[in-house]
C-alpha cells in the first residue's frame, strides 16, 4: 500500500503571515510545495508574488479569512507578528492586538488539521514575564490535536551567516503517534559576513534623497544601503562585525542595519555611548539591502520591490533564513517519511483530500 507521503503532489504546505516567503523558499527548497499564502501588508505582495509564481497569495487579514477558504494541506507555517513578543518592544505579549493573532493561527490549524505546523516568534517569547502565555499557547496547540515541542535555536548553526535567535514550534498531528525531534535537524558550518558578502564590497549606490530607491541603477539588484543619521541608542553599543564573524542579527529597519564590515569596530568613550573610529580606512555606513538578504540566505535572484527602502530592509529583517528554513523542513520531511510513520498510515490511512480545484477568494 502505497503512503501519501510518499507522492510529492501531498508535500503541499499553506503559509499564513508569509511576509515576504524566506520560510516558504526553505521549505521549497526541501522538496515541498507552497500551494497558498496570506500576507495582509502591501508593501510586501509584488515581492511575494514576483519570487513565488506558483503560489496563490491571499491578501485579506488573517481575521476575515474563513478556514474554509484556505485549501486542505500537508502543513501549515508561518511566523505570526512578533513586535509583541520582541525584546525591544513593550513585551505585551499575548494581550497585545498582534499578539492575539497567535491565536488566530491556532484557530485555522485545529480547523485545517494538517499533519504538522511549523510556527516561528522572537526569543523573548520565552522571558519569565510571559511563561503564563506561552504554557496557554502551547496548551492550545495541544488542544487543536498536536503534540508539541519548541525549542530556541540560533540561526547562525544552520548555514546563516548570523546570530539570530528564535523559537520554533514544531507540532504532529496526534494520530501519527510521536513529536518532532529537534536533534534531526542538522548542524551545519558556521559562515561569516566575507563568505557571505565579501563580493559586493565594492559595488553599493548610498540611496537617494529620503531613502528613495536607485532602483535599475543597483549594479546588483538591491546592492543600496539607507542614508541618514544614527540614534543614541544605535551609537550605545558597538554595531559592526569584522569579516571573519558571522553578523548581528538582521533588523526589521534601515535604522537599525548592522554596519558594513569594511569599518573599524566603534569605540566605547562612556557608559552606553560608542564613536565611530575617526582613523578607520573605510567609512562607516549601513549594510545595502542586498547584502542583508544575503546574510538572511535569500538568493540573488530573489528580487525585492520598494520605492523606499526601509520597506525593504522590513521585509528582509522579518523573514526566516532560507536555510533555516530549509534545515527544518527537510528534518520534518525525513521524520515523516520515516518508517514508523509510514507503517502507522498503513494501518490507519491518513485522509488528507487534498483537491487542487478549490477556488481561491479575493
Known amino acids: 500500500m502505497e503512503s501519501l507521503l510518499d507522492r510529492k503532489s501531498n508535500l503541499n504546505i499553506v503559509s ?13 527548497q526541501a522538496g515541498f510545495k507552497s500551494i497558498w499564502a496570506n500576507e495582509w501588508d502591501k508593501d510586501i505582495w509584488q515581492t511575494y508574488e514576483s519570487n513565488h509564481a506558483d503560489t496563490y497569495l491571499n491578501r485579506r487579514d488573517i481575521r476575515t479569512i474563513p478556514s474554509s477558504d484556505i485549501p486542505n494541506c500537508l502543513g501549515i507555517v508561518g511566523g505570526p507578528p512578533c513586535q509583541s513578543w520582541s525584546e525591544a518592544g513593550r513585551q505585551k505579549g499575548i494581550k497585545d492586538e498582534r499578539g492575539l493573532l497567535f491565536l488566530e493561527y491556532i484557530r485555522i490549524l485545529q480547523d485545517k488539521q494538517p499533519l504538522f505546523f511549523l510556527a516561528e516568534n522572537v526569543s523573548g517569547m520565552l522571558h519569565k514575564k510571559h511563561q503564563q502565555a506561552l504554557e496557554n499557547i502551547i496548551a492550545a496547540f495541544e488542544e487543536a490535536g498536536y503534540k508539541v515541542r519548541f525549542q530556541l535555536l540560533d540561526a547562525v548553526d544552520f548555514n546563516v551567516p548570523q546570530q539570530r535567535k528564535r523559537v520554533i514550534f514544531v507540532g504532529l498531528r496526534k494520530d501519527l503517534d510521536r513529536a518532532f525531534d529537534f536533534g534531526t535537524v542538522k548542524r551545519q558550518k558556521t559562515l561569516n559576513l566575507k563568505d557571505a558578502i565579501w563580493d559586493l564590497r565594492e559595488s553599493a549606490l548610498a540611496a537617494k534623497a529620503k531613502n528613495k530607491t536607485n532602483a535599475e541603477a543597483c549594479l546588483v539588484a538591491n546592492h543600496e544601503y539607507a542614508i541618514g543619521s544614527f540614534s543614541s541608542m544605535y551609537m550605545s553599543r558597538n554595531r559592526v562585525r569584522s569579516w571573519h564573524e558571522p553578523s548581528f542579527t538582521i533588523q526589521a529597519s534601515c535604522r537599525h542595519a548592522p554596519i558594513h564590515p569594511q569599518a573599524n569596530k566603534m569605540i566605547n568613550v562612556d557608559r552606553d555611548k560608542f ?24 538568493p540573488d535572484d530573489f528580487i525585492f520591490y520598494y520605492q523606499n527602502l526601509d520597506a525593504g530592509y522590513k521585509m528582509i529583517g522579518n523573514a526566516v533564513p532560507v536555510n533555516l528554513g530549509r534545515a527544518l523542513a527537510t528534518a520534518i520531511k525525513e521524520q515523516l517519511l520515516s518508517s514508523q510513520v509510514i ?12 483537491d487542487l480545484n478549490f477556488t481561491f477568494s479575493s
Not at 343 to 351: E, L, M, N, T, V
Open 16 to 28: 499564513l503571515f508569509a511576509g515576504c516567503g524566506g520560510l516558504d523558499l526553505g521549505f521549497t
Open 275 to 298: 564613536i565611530f573610529d575617526p582613523d578607520s580606512p573605510y567609512p562607516y555606513h549601513r549594510l545595502s539591502v542586498r547584502e542583508c538578504a544575503r546574510i538572511q540566505t535569500f
Open 343 to 354: 507503517k502507522k498510515q498503513q494501518k490507519k490511512p491518513i485522509q488528507l483530500n487534498l
